[in-house]
C-alpha cells in the first residue's frame, strides 16, 4: 500500500490549492485532516483507521476553529454605507403597510421603500428604528 501516502500528499495539495483560490476559509480543515492520514500512514496504521483519523480531525478541526476564524476574519469587515443605517432612525413619509406593499421613508436624506418587520401598519410621519437591510428594503419596527 505505498500508493496510500502518495495519495495523502495529493490530498493535501489539492486541499490546499483549494483554499488558496477561494476567498473564504473552506478545506483548509480537510487539509490537516490529510495530514493525520498521512501521519497515521507513516506510523503504519491501516487504511481504515488512517481515513478515520481523516475524517475524525477534519470534522474536529471544522467545528473547533471555523467559527472562531470566522469571527476573527470577519472583524476587520468595513460596513458598506447601507449597512451603517442599521440602528438608526428613519421618518416614515409614506404609510407603511406590508399587505398592500406600500412604504417609505427618508434616513440621511435618501428615500427608502421601507417594510415593518412585525407586519404592522407604520403611519406616516412617525419615526421608526431600522433593524435590518433586506435588498433594497429598509425593515423597521415602530420606535415606541
Do not use: H
Request: one cysteine or more; proline letters at 2%.
Amino acid at each position: 500500500m505505498e500508493s496510500m501516502g502518495v495519495i495523502w500528499l495529493i490530498g493535501i495539495i489539492v486541499f490546499m490549492v483549494l483554499e488558496g483560490v477561494s476567498y473564504q476559509i473552506v478545506s483548509v480543515w480537510f487539509a490537516a485532516g490529510a495530514i493525520g492520514g498521512l501521519l497515521a500512514y507513516v506510523c503504519g496504521a491501516p487504511i481504515w483507521l488512517q481515513i478515520t483519523i481523516f475524517i475524525v480531525l477534519s470534522l474536529v478541526m471544522l467545528a473547533a476553529l471555523r467559527p472562531l476564524s470566522v469571527k476573527l476574519l470577519s472583524k476587520n469587515r468595513i460596513r458598506t454605507n447601507a449597512e451603517s443605517l442599521v440602528g438608526k432612525s428613519v421618518l416614515i413619509t409614506q404609510d407603511v403597510d406590508n399587505i398592500n406593499g406600500t412604504g417609505q421613508g427618508k434616513v440621511e436624506g435618501m428615500t427608502w421603500t421601507v417594510r415593518s418587520d412585525t407586519g404592522e401598519n407604520i403611519p406616516s410621519g412617525e419615526v421608526a428604528k431600522i433593524l435590518r437591510i433586506e435588498g433594497v428594503k429598509l425593515i423597521v419596527e415602530r420606535k415606541e
